[in-house]
Each structure stands twice: as structure tokens, then as C-alpha cells.
């Protein structure tokens, strides 16, 4: 099998002034200003994606600091909290100047709800996507908040067009780029940097019998109400165990809905993810639209091939037909299920060719590229 080599936009777009110099080193002092922290109960690859860039950063001498909303850890690098989930929106600016003071670098986290940080902060700033909430805005604010969701959408596109239009805007996959070059984000201001994954050490026993495993916090766009409907299908053709690792907001009405061999782990241990992921025959992602779909190559280094949605994210981290399948409908997604489970053949092949493309992903390489791009930032900054 060919092995896949990972696209980057960092090698086809060019920079935005070609003409300058090798320029100053690294910057060394970099903030990122995002919703969470890690640590926050609300957590997910957006805060894990962040934690690995600092955490890496920070072993290659850089001083880097996170003003975040929400409970603050203590971490290698600097948590700063900057006021709650919602409210740290409007004290960020603040809390960066009280708390932090000068940066080199300022790196936005935009997750929907944007900070509008080059409209004060004086310095060199860029933007981190992991993907473009563009129709997630009406899945979360539907009926009577439909306003609500207009003015979201309407003031994310601004802020990635017009508040972003002078910084580079990194996002973790094709798909993100695809997305932001269709909302008006010019392509030579694009760069791509993809989520990493560590090893996660020795194998743990793959199930004898049929368990399969979905992973994610537990909110609308991540259709796991729609999993648990396509279970009632499968479950009489495969037997065994769905196990659904994550918590969330939806958590009380999926377990309400939930059949026979439904179980909810809720939060686990990086420990019992590895064993599960390690135990599944197949991982399974219903989600709308993912960023790249972190779990998907969590999954992939344990050799447990994915059934996914054929949607902007996972169609990056899921080859279809080689490491997994991408579906085009229910129908579909239930088949390719019920198909994989029944062949382990099969499902052996693409969990192997699945580790292979996997090596390509490491977070010392994400790392490394993210901090390319960022010293790319600073050079190009014009005050």
C-alpha cells in the first residue's frame, strides 16, 4: 500500500511578503488567548491541541503563557484565568495586561465566539481555527435563539475576514481551509498545521467479543443521539457492546434514549481510553463536522479503524476504504458498520494501514511547524 504523505498548505500557499529576510530568531514570549484550559471539565481537542503546542513550545525555551476562562491548572507553562466561560471574553484584554504584560506573539483560539484580539492588542498576532462553525451556529441556537445564531455566525465571519485580515490564520486540516477560503479568508494568509498524537505505549487485549467505542464530549453536533438510533439497526447483526467515553450537556437525554448494550463511561482516564481504544473493533464517529477528529488517529496508533461521516475534518484523518470508511448516509454509515464487524479480515487490513498513516502524525512535528509559522507572523508584522 502507498503510504500517505500529509498535505500542508505551509508548502503550497506562499508567504505573505516573499521578498523579506530570514529576520529575527523564535519568539520567545507567545500567549494564547482560548476558551478553556485542559483541565476544564468542558475540555476537548480544541484544549488538547493547545496544551501540546505550549507544552512542546515551552521545552524549546519559549515562555509561554494561557489566558483562558474557567478553572485554571497548574501546568510546565503559565495558566492565567481570565474570568468565566463567558465573561473571560470581555476581561481578556484586561487580564493580559495586568497579569501577562508584553508578548512577542499572540495566538487567538477561535472556537466560534471570537476575542477580536488585533482590534487591541498592539503586536504581532495570528489565529489558530480548528474548524468554522458556520452551520453549527443553527444547531446550537435553533427556534427562538435563531437570531442569536445569525449574529454568532455573522460576527465569527467578520472576525476571520476583516479583524483577522492583516494575520495568518492556521488551521488543523484541508477541510478548515477549504472552509475559511469559502468565507472570504484569502488562501496566501492560510497555513496548515496538523494535530499531532503520541505512542501510547504496548498493546492491550482487542475484545473477543464485538465492543465498539465512540469518543467526544457529549453536545448536539457530535450526533451521538443519531449513533444510538443506527445501534437499534446494527445490534442484531453484530451483538456486543457500544461504550461511549465523553460527558456534556446531552448526556441525560442520550442515556434516556439508549438500548440494550448501551454504556456511558463518562470521563476517563488516558489509561482506560488506551485500553478501550486498544479493546474496540472499531471506533465510531457520527459527528457533523470535526476540525481534523483528534480521536480518529488516537484510535488509528492503537490499529482500530474508523466509521465515520463523510464531513470537513474527518475526511482528513480517515483515508475511506483504506484506514476506515467515510459514510455518505445512515443507511450507509449502518452498513459499513455491520460490514466491518463481521470481517475481521478486513478490519485487521485497515486497522494496520491505519497505524502506518498515523506514524506520519507525531506532536513533536506539530510543534515544530506551528512554531515555523509563528516566527512567519512575526516577520511579516507591520505595526
Not at 96 to 117: I, T
Not at 303 to 310: G, H, K, N
Request: aromatic share 6%; hydrophobic share 40%; proline share 6%.
Amino acid at each position: 500500500m502507498p503510504q500517505h504523505v500529509p498535505f500542508s498548505l505551509v508548502e503550497v500557499f506562499p508567504r505573505l511578503d516573499r521578498h523579506r529576510s530570514a529576520g529575527p530568531p523564535q519568539p520567545r514570549r507567545i500567549v494564547f488567548l482560548a476558551r478553556r484550559d485542559l483541565g476544564n471539565p468542558a475540555a476537548g481537542g480544541s484544549e488538547l491541541l493547545v496544551d501540546r503546542l505550549a507544552e512542546g513550545l515551552t521545552r524549546l525555551g519559549h515562555q509561554v503563557t494561557l489566558v483562558c476562562g474557567g478553572p485554571a491548572a497548574y501546568r510546565d507553562y503559565r495558566v492565567v484565568s481570565a474570568g468565566g466561560d463567558l465573561s473571560h471574553h470581555l476581561r481578556a484584554k484586561s487580564a493580559l495586561d495586568r497579569q501577562v504584560g508584553d508578548c512577542d506573539l499572540l495566538v487567538e483560539v477561535c472556537n466560534g465566539m471570537p476575542y477580536l484580539a488585533p482590534l487591541w492588542h498592539r503586536g504581532p498576532t495570528m489565529c489558530l481555527v480548528n474548524h468554522v462553525h458556520t452551520d453549527l451556529w443553527q444547531l446550537r441556537f435553533g427556534g427562538p435563539l435563531a437570531p442569536a445564531a445569525r449574529l454568532g455566525r455573522r460576527l465569527e465571519h467578520w472576525s476571520l475576514t476583516a479583524a483577522q485580515r492583516r494575520n495568518l490564520v492556521v488551521a488543523v486540516s484541508s477541510s478548515t481551509a477549504t472552509a475559511l477560503g469559502a468565507i472570504g479568508v484569502e488562501r496566501e494568509r492560510i497555513r496548515v498545521v496538523h494535530n499531532g498524537v503520541e505512542e501510547p505505549g504496548p498493546r492491550a487485549e482487542r475484545s473477543p467479543e464485538p465492543l465498539f467505542v465512540a469518543v467526544g464530549r457529549l453536545v448536539e453536533y457530535k450526533r451521538i443521539d443519531l449513533l444510538l438510533r443506527l445501534w437499534e439497526r446494527v445490534r442484531p447483526v453484530t451483538g456486543g457492546r457500544l461504550v461511549i467515553i465523553g460527558d456534556g450537556p446531552e448526556r441525560g437525554r442520550l442515556e434516556a434514549m439508549a438500548g440494550p448494550g448501551v454504556e456511558f463511561a463518562g470521563y476517563v482516564s488516558d489509561a482506560e481510553k488506551h485500553r478501550l481504544l486498544c479493546a474496540a473493533w472499531l471506533l465510531l464517529h457520527p459527528s457533523a463536522v470535526e476540525g481534523w477528529g483528534l480521536v480518529v488517529t488516537e484510535a488509528a496508533v492503537r490499529e482500530t479503524p474508523s466509521v465515520a461521516f463523510d464531513v470537513p475534518g474527518l475526511r482528513d484523518s480517515v483515508v475511506d476504504g483504506e484506514t476506515g470508511v467515510l459514510a455518505r448516509g445512515e443507511s450507509s454509515f449502518a452498513a459499513a458498520w455491520c460490514a466491518l464487524a463481521l470481517s475481521t479480515d478486513r478490519r485487521v487490513l485497515m486497522g494496520k494501514a491505519a497505524r502506518e498513516r498515523a506514524a506520519h502524525y507525531r506532536w513533536g512535528h506539530t510543534v515544530q511547524q506551528f512554531r515555523a509559522v509563528a516566527s512567519e507572523a512575526v516577520r511579516g508584522w507591520v505595526p
